[in-house]
Structures are given as structure tokens and as C-alpha cells.
């Protein structure tokens, strides 16, 4: 991963990047997000629970294309945080690493989070949303819905809950992910009393964009030692990179350079699981600072792909296994007017990486029921099974975490 690359392979890259210069009306500087240490402190637990989650997932899906949004899965969480109380409270907390922030804290730091985010870079279309779907009829505490309302922007809707019902939700997932998703609830159970729903939608174009001239088809091993042919984008730039004893990790950012891909790619001699045994948000961090510009030929294959999965599982695994409870669940700043607790926990996903750049998208829906010389180059060649994340890079903030295990499946 780190010896020159030869002349032979340079020839398949046929033009240097240039710089990005569709919207030329966009700023090309960064922005510098300088976070209040409440929100600083959100990020950190925020990436940990995402982090934590996504390994578990992994674990259990091994020979998948994966991806989630750990942004998606916190605000939903969070909303439904809002309403619990005692030990499931003290639940979420842990679940989530609250145990430093007050609730207080935690929704506005969210918020700041938010507002940074979605103001981050003009040429970035990024999109965060947030709903609450209620039972009509069902007495939900006006305290709850004002703080979601206020710190989430949460829609809030009294429903009849029906195949009219599951319609009108479907479709605010379909708006909100722009078309990337399109249904998250099939029917609703007949003791469902409210849906809180995250929606997050993503689409950037490379800063650095390739040149479909320089995309050809190449072998990417698989795990089982088998390979494919697919499309590999190709070009020669200036990046981050990290080099590490078990994989190498190179940043592409996105319009003005607030927000990127970070890909991981193990060693020839080492795999995915090499890297997540080493993956927490403290590594991370430090991964992150070691970086150094580089100059790279890169190829990286276009890929695109959906996932879903129910996460009760492995939410009551890392502690919110009473939130499950119906017997021991308590949601009652939701409601005192009957007992819930959580059905479920669904989250599903888009990506599609081209020359262009990235689309993305995550819904995570919470079912509540009741009861320059000419330089030399390192070569950095994606063709085996890699992780990514995309993140902003003054907030540090993991929006996107996932990994490829065959490119060519969707």
C-alpha cells in the first residue's frame, strides 16, 4: 500500500483532478464550526453509539454491503428519549453515553448540531427531518411534543391509525429522502400508538471529481477469495491519508470541504475485522489527527446499495432492553394515560457512489406500542472489502458509516 506506483498504472490515469467547479456561485473555503463544549460532547457520544452499534451489526452480517446513519438512529432515539423516565431513562443514558449531559443539554446540543450541519456548505445538499405520528385520540403530553418540536423541528401529526395512515408516513419518508426510501412501515399493529421517524438525506459532489473517461473495469476480491468485475474510478489528487499497521485510510471530501468520505481499507494481509477491532470513537479521533496530505492514484469502485435491519436486538444488548419491556418500559412523560414501551426499532438505508459524488439516505422510524514536481505516488488501490464513513470535518460528526463487501450487488 505504501511503494511507488509504477508508470505502467499511470497510464490508465489519464487526467489530474482539478478542483470541483460546477457551482462556481459556492464557496470554495471551508467553514469553520466551532461547537459549545455541550455539543462537543454530544459529537463524541453521538459517533460512540454509532461506532458500537455498527460493530454488532457487522458481526452479524458479514458478507453484506451494510450501511447506517448513526445521526438517524441518535434523533430518533433521542425524541423517544424525551418521554422516558426512571430506569428506562437511565436506559437510554446508557445506551446512548448520556450519562455527562443532562436531557437539557442534550436536546440543544442537537439542535446546534443540527443548525451547523444543515448550514455546513451550500454545494452539499443535506437534509435532516424529523416526525411524530400519534394514535388519534390519544392523550400525548403537550411537554413532549414542545421539546421535539423545538429542539428536533419534529412534525407533529394526530392520525387515524390506517392503511391511510401508513400511506401518509411512507410518503413523508419518500419527500424527505428524496425518493430513496420508500416505505418503512408495511401496516400498523393495532396496539401502535405513535411512530417517531428520523430522515436523513445526503448528496455531494466530489470537490476532486473523476473523470468518466478514467472509469474501467477491474477484479475486486471478495472475502471468500472469489472475485467480480466492476467499474473502478480512477485519478490522481493530493489527500489525507493515514497509514496503519493493519490498514490505510484516505479522506475524499465533498464541495467547499466540510464534509467527506473517509474510506478504511485493510491490508492485503488483514480484513475488515482487523479495523473494527480497533474502532472506537478515542481511536478515531487520533486516526483523524495523524493524517497527512499525500499524493495518491486512486481507484475506488462505483457502488450502490440498500440495507435495512431491526435494531431492537442489538439496542437492548448495549442496555435499552427495558425500553423493550412492556412490563417494565416507562414512557409516561409520552403519556400517563396508558403504558408503552418500544415495538421496535427499524432502520433502513441507500448510498450510490459515482464520478460525481455521493447520494445518501437513512430513515430510522421508533414504533412505540401500548403495553508539485511531477511526484511520485502511493498507491491506493480499493479492490477488496473496505469500510467507509462520511463525516463533517469541524464538528467531526459521523453521519454515514458502512462497508463493501462486494460492489457489484445492490
Given amino acids: 500500500m505504501k511503494k511507488l506506483i509504477s508508470s505502467v498504472l499511470v497510464v490508465f490515469i489519464l487526467l489530474s483532478c482539478e478542483e470541483n467547479s460546477n457551482n462556481p456561485e459556492f464557496p470554495t473555503e471551508e467553514k469553520v464550526i466551532d461547537l459549545s463544549l455541550e455539543s462537543k460532547a454530544m459529537v463524541s457520544t453521538d459517533n460512540q453509539f454509532g461506532i458500537d452499534i455498527f460493530k454488532r451489526m457487522v458481526t452479524d452480517d458479514q458478507d453484506k454491503n451494510l450501511m447506517i446513519s448513526p445521526l438517524s438512529i441518535s434523533q ?138 478514467n472509469t474501467i473495469n477491474d477484479e475486486f476480491n471478495l472475502s471468500n477469495g472469489d472475485n467480480v468485475s466492476v467499474p473502478f474510478m ?68 462505483k457502488f450502490k446499495f440498500k440495507y435495512e435491519n431491526v435494531l431492537n436486538d442489538y439496542l437492548s444488548a448495549m442496555g435499552l432492553s427495558v425500553a423493550f419491556d412492556p412490563l417494565e ?35 430510522t422510524v421508533v414504533g412505540i406500542n401500548t403495553t508539485s514536481i511531477e511526484p511520485s505516488y502511493s498507491e491506493f488501490i480499493v479492490n477488496h472489502p473496505f469500510l467507509f464513513a462520511i463525516r463533517e470535518k469541524y464538528t467531526n460528526a459521523i453521519l454515514f458509516m458502512g462497508k463493501v463487501e462486494d460492489p457489484s450487488k445492490e
Fill in 76 to 213: 430518533a432515539l433521542l425524541m423517544t428519549y424525551n418521554g422516558a423516565i426512571e430506569s428506562t431513562k437511565t436506559a437510554f443514558e446508557k445506551t446512548l453515553y448520556l450519562h455527562e449531559l443532562t436531557k437539557e443539554e442534550v436536546n440543544q446540543a442537537q439542535k446546534e448540531l443540527t443548525d451547523e450541519l444543515l448550514n455546513a456548505d451550500p454545494g452539499v445538499k443535506l437534509n435532516i427531518a424529523n416526525s411524530i405520528w400519534y394514535k388519534q385520540g390519544i392523550s400525548v403530553k403537550p411537554e413532549f411534543v414542545q421539546v421535539n418540536h423545538d429542539y428536533y423541528n419534529a412534525e407533529v401529526n394526530e392520525v387515524v391509525f390506517d392503511q391511510a395512515a401508513v400511506n401518509l408516513i411512507n410518503d413523508w419518508v419518500f419527500d424527505n429522502t428524496n425518493g430513496k426510501i420508500d416505505q418503512v412501515i408495511e401496516q400498523i399493529d393495532p396496539l401502535a400508538i405513535m411512530f417517531l421517524i428520523n430522515a436523513v438525506y445526503f448528496k455531494g459532489n466530489w470537490k476532486y471529481t473523476f473523470e468518466e473517461s
Fill in 234 to 301: 480512477n485519478q490522481e489528487l493530493t489527500a489525507n491519508m493515514m497509514f496503519h499497521d493493519d490498514f490505510s485510510m484516505v479522506e475524499l471530501p465533498y464541495g467547499r470541504g466540510n464534509f467527506s468520505m473517509l474510506i478504511f481499507l485493510p491490508e492485503e494481509n488483514k480484513t475488515i475485522n482487523h479495523i473494527l477491532d480497533e474502532l472506537n470513537n478515542e481511536n478515531y479521533k487520533k486516526w483523524l489527527d495523524s493524517m497527512q496530505e499525500t499524493n495518491i492514484a486512486l481507484s475506488i469502485p
Fill in 329 to 363: 418500559a416507562d414512557f409516561s412523560d409520552i403519556t400517563e394515560s396508558m403504558d408503552l414501551y418500544i415495538d421496535f426499532v427499524k432502520h433502513k438505508s441507500f448510498i450510490e457512489v459515482n464520478e460525481v459524488g455521493t447520494e445518501a439516505a437513512a430513515v
